[in-house]
């Protein structure tokens, strides 16, 4: 119990850092290209000032062993303000052998920030064996009645979401999020073993059994304040995967991945 209030707290933190680090893309208006030496960026990646941290356990991984990815992508509420306020998980099945020459130890201290809200802007991702996207989100979020419901702290319908891809492009992508900002977050990996049969399978049933089990009743509703919604998934998500087959956290993200 102590470590679930544990992790819950350090994913909370998360989602403030990311909240942070979005803002702050926001008001960067200035090519990165043009900033200082002291500021200035290796190739792409521009270094923090100062790392961002969590209390999460780091555990040194093999290069060679399948795994699935866990991110929280952040991004803007479907017909809502172009903030990140929306947040979903993203199951990545790793396949070793395909992704040898990637550098997923490069991605996994990465934040990912783009000015579009499109998936597809983030290609590395198209290098993942397949995309597993949960998340909880109103039934009718465009509807204008949701829009006040949600704004004066009511609660309305809410639906739990799985959508699956091997390949994410504009056109597919673009059709089914809202506009702005966007934000992902690498949490940390499971690996697969065969030895436990811990396959990348069961690993997605898990999170899929988690999500049916609870889309006609724990999550029928969702209230911005003091109830469900998407960040009490994600959480509620994240700490099932990580007592049922333990998620390798990440460290330390100390580098920024800014485009558009």
């Known amino acids: 119990m102590k470590t679930d209030m544990a992790l819950r707290r350090c994913l909370q933190l998360v989602f403030t850092a990311a909240l942070i680090v979005?803002?702050?893309?926001?008001?960067?208006?200035?090519?990165?290209?043009?900033?200082?030496?002291?500021?200035?960026?290796?190739?792409?990646?521009?270094?923090?000032?100062?790392?961002?941290?969590?209390?999460?356990?780091?555990?040194?991984q093999t290069t060679h062993d399948d795994k699935v990815q866990v991110f929280l992508r952040f991004s803007p509420l479907i017909g809502g303000p172009p903030i990140p306020l929306h947040v979903e998980v993203i199951l990545a099945e790793d396949d070793a052998d395909k992704r040898k020459n990637i550098k997923s130890k490069e991605e996994g201290s990465t934040i990912y920030i783009r000015k579009t809200n499109n998936l597809a802007s983030m290609a590395f991702l198209n290098t993942y064996q397949q995309l597993h996207r949960l998340d909880f989100l109103p039934e009718n979020p465009t509807d204008p009645s949701t829009v006040i419901r949600l704004a004066s702290l009511q609660s309305v319908p809410g639906k739990l979401r799985h959508r699956c891809s091997q390949t994410i492009t504009p056109s597919s992508d673009s059709k089914q999020d809202g506009r702005g900002i966007s934000v992902l977050l690498p949490v940390g990996s499971i690996p697969c073993s065969k030895e436990i049969g811990a396959t990348s399978s069961n690993i997605i049933s898990t999170a899929l059994e988690f999500t049916n089990e609870r889309r006609d009743n724990e999550y029928d509703d969702l209230r911005i304040l003091l109830g469900k919604n998407c960040l009490s998934f994600a959480l509620d998500l994240l700490l099932e995967l990580n007592n049922v087959h333990g998620i390798q956290r990440v460290d330390s993200w100390n580098k920024i991945d800014f485009g558009e």
């Open 22 to 60: 979005a803002s702050r893309a926001l008001l960067c208006c200035t090519p990165l290209n043009s900033f200082p030496e002291s500021r200035s960026c290796a190739h792409k990646y521009c270094r923090l000032d100062t790392s961002i941290s969590s209390s999460l356990t780091y555990h040194e």
